[in-house]
């Protein structure tokens, strides 16, 4: 069963910092300070929900700066949410915050308000990358903080940004690297959209500044994708949601509805072509047997990897096997002894 988080967007307002992406107005179309009253009006009506599971629904505070707010407003917040964490109508409290707005005072705050699951905003683990969109934090203070709050015991999630100012495809592969290091539990990964009414935008209009294609990306997050894969970290999130504020506010950037179906499906197209590489396999017709869930990955939107494979030569037909998720037997049509290949 899906999980039926409650999610409240929790604004920094008179945040001192300037980040260059930032413009969580036009992100989250609100700006208005949730009260304890919204709190208990959004865990009511998610308790209403057909998805609603205690077990496994969580109360989020996000906005990326949660720990950085008013302190008795932050406990405000937490009080009125943890009251359903210790009557067991929901499992616990996830927060999202700033690397360098952590230390063992929050985290003792956060562990007697029942919060479970701590995100860390990290988006590069380059320091002039970090400088150039103004940050305010270092690589460091991202190490540090993550080996402090999987030392409490929570559950660790990092979010990194690809595409960003003075960034590059080589500092964003470097990023994830390190990343895989800290071995947290989930990851986001959200490639830069340039929003108006940001630094970023300025930039752009400048000609100083472009995030990457949507070609680019997808090449991008698929490796980045198999590289978490490969340290079994959760990669939950890829790409921004789709809200009316993107679509009135975005200036540039590599924005798709469906982006971690897109790149879930360059995975299983990289994959294919490494192994018909790997094996110098002559071109012809060749059966691809997958796990169910993963029939529309291998086909890509609209076909795209048969029809990318098919002008190479490589006729491929899609079927269901008893592959695992994630790997897929390939065979011609004289070889009935299949080959096993895991795709990260
Ligand atoms: S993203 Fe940066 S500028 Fe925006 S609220 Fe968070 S810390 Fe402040």
Known sequence: ?????????????????????CNQVKITGQQKQPTADDVINAASVAMKSKRYNPQQSEIAFFGGSFTAIDRSYMVMLLSAAYKYVENGSFAGIRISTRPDYIDN???????????????LGAQSMCDDVLT????GHTARDVVNASKLIKKYGFSLGLQMMTGLYKSSIEKDIYTAEQICHLLPDTVRIYPTIIMADTVLADYYKNGDYNTYSLEETVELCA????????????????????????????????????????????????SIDDYIKANALPTGCYTVAVNSRDISKVLGQKHSNIEYFAQKGYNLTVKQGSAMPGEFYFSDLADKQNTCFNKS
């Open 132 to 135: 150039a969109n103004m940050r």
């Open 105 to 119: 005072e929050i985290l003792e705050i956060l562990k007697s308000y029942g919060v479970t699951a701590i995100e």
């Open 223 to 270: 490796k980045l994708l198999q590289m978490f894969n490969k340290h079994s970290i959760r990669v939950i999130r890829l790409g921004l949601h789709s809200t009316e504020d993107i679509s009135k506010g975005m200036v540039a950037g590599p924005w798709h509805p469906s982006l971690g179906e897109l790149c879930a499906a360059r995975v299983f197209r990289n």
């Open 1 to 21: 069963m899906k999980h039926s988080n409650v999610a409240i967007f929790v604004p920094h307002n008179g945040c001192p910092h300037c980040c260059s992406f």
